[in-house]
RNA sequence: GGUCCCAUCGUCUAGUGGCCUAGGACGCCUGGUUUUCAUCCAGGAAAUCACGGGUUCGACUCCCGUUGGGACCGCCA
């Protein structure tokens, strides 16, 4: 636990900029707390200086290790590794708060002799009905500070007849204000804080004292987090103050908000990075940007950035001070503009694990090349990667379609045939199968045989594709090859009769 | 109930006193390219800048108030 004096002396000498995501895990990682790890990171490499991940596992109750696997494999999925925390290790070790345990005693001792602290020996339910009268009377919920006019005499009594206790911070009055970063000035009148707990019965700190020791002891310079823990910056700095230690700069971000303006929640909203986006075949690049738009804007009209550019461009002054609703259609636009612009190989790379049909599977390792060009044909034409199987199915397995699709708006039967026919015999008589000898041929065959393009064209299509909507008529024949577009289209002439 | 925060097209936003009869993006609509869909291109509708008062020659921009919304007030973080 204690460091040695090489660490000491750096931390002392750097004065580099030092910031934390400090998730907790007992849910998975969640869209707010991204944007939050996203903007620290981006701060932190804009800056030069350090990314850490500390885990803020205090509530045991909660807090599990699949959640902690979640929300690392989700800030390493998003690009956003970290230079100090969990599993990586760093000066400052250890980076979970269940194996800091130890560290936390001897502040709380400090803060307990100083008097800046307090022994109560209220029980939950007392405390339960103190703030159910206080809410029925329209007071504001606040602990009475019953505790902290026992003698010392009483408070040994009780301690000494085994009663457990908390400690509670005994919150000085008067005004706490600090400059924050995005909001600029804020300030509090410290005695509306009540007299918080800091310390549970159990003897382990709550987040609010265990923060403030970790970042001081992180050498934390910058506390960037939602604007739901603006209040307890106030608290914060008055428990860093009690305890003599610089209290770092602090930022809030505006929040994210479900489309009834409420805090974004799991309720209304996906909001697990892993379940909801990931899974549902999101690109990381696609969720990075857009939510590095919530909230921040560069004062361009630009829109699209990469993570790297990103950093090059991100200021945390032009962070926003109004709140922002998740906007699912628009991240989707940002994903299939993303996915268009994916190198075919990465785009097959990624769509992997989304093809879960073993026919798809197999036909795809079997022949690499074709199913890269099954996907180039429907790569413009994807929202997310999730799509990837339903589009490209036709390209293994033979069309399953309704006689009728095959016939043209301005068509009928007979022509419908015909066409088939014609079209049937040019593909076969097809010297090299390009792009443009296929549609040379198709087209002069649709004239030959007296029938518009389109009759032709798009029966063709259907009885290549199956469906109503897809790729085109020539690409569809240059990928399946002579062989298997002569064998769709008998199939398609035999189900017209 | 108290404290604090927020307020420009449906949504994300630009805008820091005159360049704004308010710009961009998503979505929506129309047209073009095209055998279909998608892409792409062109165009359009969409914000009395929440409301009311000031300050100023001039306010989306500054000040005050009102209204609306939100967050926090836990032996959660």
């Known amino acids: 636990m204690a460091r040695n004096a090489a660490q000491k002396a750096w931390f002392v000498m750097s004065e580099v900029v030092r910031v934390r995501i400090a998730p907790s895990p007992t849910g998975k990682l969640h869209i707010g707390t991204a944007r939050t790890a996203l903007f620290n990171y981006l701060f932190a490499k804009k800056h030069e200086g350090k990314f850490i991940v500390r885990m803020e596992d205090t509530d045991r109750e909660r807090s599990t290790d699949d959640f902690e696997r979640d929300i690392l494999d989700g800030l390493l999925w998003l690009g956003m590794p970290w230079d100090e925390g969990p599993e990586v290790g760093g000066p400052a070790e250890p980076y979970r708060q269940r194996d800091r345990a130890g560290i936390y005693q001897a502040f709380i001792d400090q803060l307990l002799e100083s008097k800046a602290a307090y022994r109560c020996f209220c029980t939950p339910e007392e405390l339960e009905q103190e703030r159910a009268e206080q809410q029925a009377k329209k007071l504001p919920p606040r602990y009475s500070g019953k505790c902290r006019k026992l003698t010392a005499d009483e408070a040994a009594a009780h301690e000494q007849a085994g009663k457990p206790f908390t400690v509670r911070f005994a919150t000085p009055a008067g005004k706490v204000e600090f400059e924050d970063l995005i909001r600029g000035h804020v300030e509090f009148d410290g005695e509306l804080f009540g007299d918080f707990v800091i310390v549970r019965s159990d003897g382990t ?151 879960t049909n073993p026919i798809i599977k197999q036909a795809a390792l079997k022949s690499p090349e074709f199913h890269l060009q099954a996907l180039s044909l429907v790569q413009e034409r994807l929202k997310t990667l999730a799509e990837v199987e339903e589009q490209i199915e036709f390209f293994y397995q033979d069309p399953v379609y309704e006689t009728a699709l095959l016939i043209a708006k301005k068509s009928n039967r007979e022509r419908t045939q015909k066409a088939l026919t014609v079209a049937l015999e040019a593909v076969g008589q097809l010297k090299e199968l390009t792009l443009e000898q296929i549609e040379l041929a198709l087209r002069g065959a649709a004239k030959n045989a007296e029938l518009a393009d389109g009759e032709l064209l798009w029966t063709v299509r259907v009885a290549l594709s199956g469906r109503a909507a897809s790729p085109g008529t020539f690409e569809l024949i240059e990928v399946f090859g002579r062989d298997e577009a002569l064998k769709r289209l008998k199939s398609g002439l035999k189900k017209l009769g």
């Open 205 to 355: 700190p709550l987040f609010l004292l265990a923060n403030v020791i970790d970042d001081h002891l992180m050498e934390i310079t910058h506390v960037l987090r939602g604007e739901d823990h603006l209040s307890n910056a106030g608290k914060q700095i008055l428990l860093a103050k009690a305890l003599n230690l610089f209290s770092p700069e602090f930022g809030h971000f505006p929040l994210i908000l479900n489309t009834d303006r409420s805090k974004m929640s799991k309720r209304k909203n996906p909001v697990a990075i892993s379940d909801d986006y990931k899974a549902k075949g999101f690109l990381p690049e696609a969720l990075v940007n857009f939510i590095a738009l919530l909230g921040w804007s560069s004062g361009t009209d630009r829109e699209l950035y990469s993570l790297g550019e990103l950093i090059d461009e991100f200021q945390i002054e032009r962070v926003g001070r109004s709140p922002s609703i998740f906007d699912l259609e628009k991240l989707t636009w940002m994903n299939g503009y993303y996915i268009r612009h994916l190198a075919i190989g990465d785009l097959a790379n990624r769509a992997e694990v989304f093809i």
